[in-house]
């Protein structure tokens, strides 16, 4: 049924005349580069990158540690991301509240975290406090006091959040979905942050030894990017961690991270009594950033499940309207990541919503997409490519993402041509290096009473029932 | 730090803002319309979001979905949100494309009604509706953003009920009520259209006059009942809610000054003092020293009609019982009312507040989005290259009157989230 015309005629009245209803004709792109950059390594090893920025009186300092999580010792699984959050909270010459206060009256936050790839410690500023934040970052870097109290207070907030976590669908689904896709023992296969048991039992000693193994001049690279003049952005550099010498050493026992599950294929059902959702996960290991294949896998990714106007989204939510969002994507690590379609769908639609999401990853790997589809991928990664890089922290990012997974110092100045040179049946050998639609694993964070029967149904594989902390489901939980 | 604003009016009504500056190649487009929650009538709760929604689905010549997939296709980024007093649509594209994003919007603010279908309506309705699952019914202490505003409004004030919706008011949407709603608010004298980034300004001004200038003027929107509210709630309101949850979780509001009157600068920087980053007051105390509380973070909604709100989430440790967790946040919200703030912790919020208004100005959607907000509520754009100056004017002694006046037991409204029996 269609709103009557008459109703919306005073809102056009000018039909035909001097107004171009049609969509118009772009004009001609202006030019873009990516910002040029400097590379230097200091005598002690400590890579620094310049990149000046000069449009607003800002600057990032994004020191980044080979210092991940795939460099955990066995049994202390969790040790990095504590050690890079433990960074923020204390030195020998300030403690945490000293050292959160003198950052503050700069009018910054020094941001910790780390990933399975590296830690990583950001200042953003303005840039005419430059000097003051390279010292308050060397003395983070190279002096952290790792205080029994702090070590023991964000050991808790982990374990907290652990908790929490079991009545969060989302971040449940997630880490549930890589248990079940990597080989029991990987190292990807249990969270970045470690699991109740790993942290538990991590003690100052712990956060200590692994900071003096891997957060090294050799093993860092200082990214500034910003309002910043390079000759004095590096003297300030030198000044402070010219002086810094330790060396690195192995802490991880050289397991392959990344090792796929051997299990044959079933529906992992985690156990969330009354939820009116199923959350989804559906995929399987994937390939590592570094594969020549990468961006045609992206672009495949990009046209399967990465855009809005993407096959899975435009399925399960334009025309089925199961859910209020569907996509897929592929995890950039340094090892083999997954490849995974994430969504909440209904609980009543959770089988034939799976049996959408199959259907479209066993399609894309069976012929070749149209020009249109390919062409809006394209367009979209090429044109959005400016865009991404508004921000210096997000221009330090992308410096970060060159030196972490080896990528060409010309990359991003040749990556929009690269795009633009993707053909369909590129494309199509991109989802055929990728997808393996007969290991698909799945993931499902519902309630059994409404779904069990339906995915059984499904006919791929054995339903597995567990509770949220992973163990198998009891009767008691079965039956609610 | 100023950005440039040209803005005028068209004949229609249609407030327009232009912001150029030529560091990337690259323009947003950003439109505001005065409408939200707050105006939908009884029975409709959640409609203006759902029509947010609809405004996706095409124009008389826009096909369904075609939007997303021009402003993609354009290199572009794009997205519309829906808040208790307007609802806005934003895109960011390559700056060639410009008219393209214009067009798209004046297709749909101009000659939505021809595209709009029953089966269109369907189906959003239950994206929407699953969009209420996700974030609200499925989501640990989802609820809280319809519950808190419940507690703190009358039931009469259009701040009260939920932005999200009811099922059941969802399932009440017809196609008349967007036609109704399209043809009452969706109108250029009810709209403010920004434009930032790289653009000539004169060839902006045509455009925006070939695509806009001929919608034609509204009818006036229908004026909101009176919201203004006492200063305070007259008590401690108290509300405890059994959820799905691991752990207690505290949502503690106050009523507090309209968003961009002079008190709010105060409201805003207490907030700061008690809430924003690891050395506020109360992360230190609570969560830090104490360790009660896993997270804590104060902010305002700023909502600029009748009355803010002021609220205080607190996330309990675990062990840690609903009634020691709210005990630990009313001593330190005593302990502003008794004894005020210092003047170091009103620097170091402002410190803080300082770059993060310039780094808002590093996104050309961001720049546009606050000029338009600026331009909506207040009818001046040129409100944002005040805005620091309007926290460095505020004193210790206005942030501790504010603490005083609107923070203590008269004035609270206490949300408490705790698990439902047999877990946490």
């Known amino acids: 049924m269609r709103v009557d015309h008459k109703q919306i005629l005073r809102f056009a009245q000018d039909d035909g005349g001097g107004v171009q209803f049609n969509k118009p004709t772009p004009g001609t792109a202006r030019p873009y580069h990516f910002p040029r950059f400097t590379r230097t390594t200091l005598s002690n ?18 020191a980044f540690v080979d210092a991940g999580a795939t460099h955990d010792p066995r049994g202390q699984e969790g040790v990095a991301l504590l050690t890079a959050a433990l960074m923020g909270e204390g030195t020998l010459a300030h403690d945490g509240a000293a050292l959160a206060d003198r950052f503050e009256r700069l009018g910054t936050t020094l941001e910790v975290g780390a990933d399975w790839d590296s830690a990583a410690l950001e200042v953003t500023g303005l840039s005419e406090r430059f000097e003051a934040f390279v010292a308050l970052l060397s003395e983070v870097l190279r002096t952290p006091a790792f205080a029994e109290r702090e070590v023991a207070r964000l ?42 048991a790993s942290v538990g039992a991590l003690t100052r000693d712990a956060f200590v030894a692994f900071h003096a193994a891997r957060y090294t001049p050799s093993t860092t690279t200082l990214i500034i990017a910003g309002d910043i003049d390079a000759d004095a952005a590096l003297c300030a550099v030198v000044a402070q961690l010219g002086d810094w010498s330790a ?30 959702q199923s959350e989804l996960r559906v995929g399987h290991v994937a390939i590592a950033r570094g594969n020549p294949a990468w961006l045609r896998v992206h672009v495949m990714n990009a046209i399967l499940g990465g855009l809005f106007s993407s096959r899975i989204n435009l399925n399960l939510r334009e025309k089925n309207a199961y859910t209020y969002g569907a996509f897929s994507s592929v995890d950039a690590r340094r090892h083999a990541g997954c490849f995974e379609v ?35 991928a394209t367009a979209y990664l090429e044109g959005v490519f400016p865009i991404r890089f508004e921000t210096t922290s997000a221009v330090a990012g992308a410096l970060a993402n060159l030196v972490i997974f080896g990528l060409a110092d010309d990359y991003y100045d040749t990556y929009r041509a690269s795009v633009r040179g993707m053909t369909t049946a590129d494309v199509l050998a991109g989802a055929r290096t990728l997808l393996r639609p007969a290991e698909l694993r799945i993931v499902v964070v519902g309630d059994p009473a409404q779904v069990r029967e339906a995915l059984a149904g499904l006919e791929l594989g054995p339903v597995r029932e567990w509770d949220p902390t992973g163990a198998p489901a009891t009767d008691r939980m079965k039956s609610e | 730090m100023r950005i440039p604003i040209d803005s005028y009016v068209l004949s229609n009504g249609l407030r327009v803002t232009l912001s150029e500056d030529h560091r990337a190649p690259i323009v947003a487009v950003n439109l505001w319309y005065h409408v939200g929650s707050a105006n939908e009538r009884e029975g409709r709760t959640g409609f203006a979001h759902l029509f947010e929604h609809m405004l996706f689905q095409g124009s008389e010549h826009v096909g369904a979905n075609e939007h997303f997939e021009l402003v993609q296709r354009a290199g572009g980024t794009l997205n519309g949100s829906t808040w208790l007093e307007r609802t806005n649509y934003y895109e960011t594209v390559p700056s060639h494309h410009l008219e393209t994003a214009l067009w798209l919007e004046a297709d749909r603010m101009g000659r939505l009604l021809p595209a709009m279908t029953q089966e269109k309506l369907d189906t959003q309705r239950s994206v929407v509706q699953n969009e209420r699952r996700w974030s609200v019914d499925n989501q640990p202490y989802g609820t809280w953003w319809e519950k808190l505003p419940a507690l703190c409004f009358p039931a009469s004030h259009p701040f009260h009920h939920s932005l999200i919706g009811s099922f059941a008011d969802l399932d009440a949407a017809s196609l008349e009520d967007i036609a109704g709603f399209f043809s009452t608010y969706y109108t250029p004298d009810n709209a403010v259209l920004t434009i930032a980034g790289d653009f000539e300004a004169a060839e902006a001004r045509a455009l925006v006059e070939k695509h806009f200038g001929s919608i034609a003027r509204g ?25 799905d949850v691991m752990v207690p979780r505290l949502f503690l ?20 003092v008690l809430g924003l980053r690891r050395g506020s007051r109360l992360r230190r105390a609570l969560v830090r020293e104490q360790e009660v509380a896993s ?6 909604w700023d909502l600029a009609k009748g009355a803010d709100l002021f609220v205080v989430d607190a996330t309990a440790r675990p062990g840690v019982t609903a009634e020691q967790l709210e005990a630990a946040v009313a001593v330190e919200l005593d302990r502003v009312v008794a004894d005020g703030v210092r003047e ?18 590093q996104s050309a959607g961001d720049r546009a989005d606050k000029l338009s907000m600026h331009a909506t509520l207040f009818g001046e754009p040129e409100r944002v290259n005040g805005e620091l100056e309007r926290y460095r004017g505020v004193t210790a002694a206005q942030v501790t009157a504010f603490a005083r006046e609107r923070l203590g037991p008269d004035n609270r409204a206490s949300l408490m989230y705790v698990p439902k029996r047999g877990e946490g």
């Not at chain 1, 089988?351 to 062409?375: C, K, M, N, W, Y």
């Not at chain 2, 170091?344 to 100005?361: F, P, Y």
Request: proline letters at 7%; aromatic letters at 6%.
């Open chain 1, 247 to 276: 060396q690195p050493t192995t802490t991880a026992d050289g397991r392959a991270p990344d090792a796929p599950s051997t299990v044959a294929r079933g529906i992992d059902l985690i156990v969330k009594p009354d939820a009116p």
């Open chain 1, 155 to 196: 050991r808790g907030e982990r374990l907290a959040e652990l908790l929490e976590q079991r009545a969060e669908p989302r971040g449940l689904a997630d880490d549930m979905f890589a248990r079940f896709a990597y080989a029991e023992g990987a190292r990807y296969g249990m969270p970045a942050g470690g699991n109740e």
């Open chain 2, 295 to 300: 997270a804590v973070s104060v902010s305002t």
């Open chain 1, 45 to 62: 090893g400590l890579r620094v990158i310049v990149a000046p920025v000069r449009d607003l009186p800002l600057v990032t300092l994004h």
């Open chain 1, 342 to 376: 994430s969504t909440a769908v209904q609980s009543d639609v959770t089988a034939p919503a799976l049996r959408e999401i199959f259907a479209e990853i066993t399609g894309i790997t069976q012929g070749e997409v149209s020009a249109d589809e390919l062409s809006l």
């Open chain 2, 219 to 243: 009818g006036g929107r229908p004026a909101l009942p009176d919201m203004s509210l006492p200063a305070t709630f007259g008590t401690w309101l108290r509300e405890t809610v059994e959820d």
């Open chain 2, 344 to 361: 170091d912790e009103v620097s170091r919020a402002v410190a803080l507040l300082e770059t993060d208004m310039v780094l808002a100005l």
């Open chain 2, 253 to 272: 509001a106050s009523r507090s000054p309209a968003f961009g009157t002079e008190a709010y600068y105060a409201a805003s920087l207490c907030a700061a």
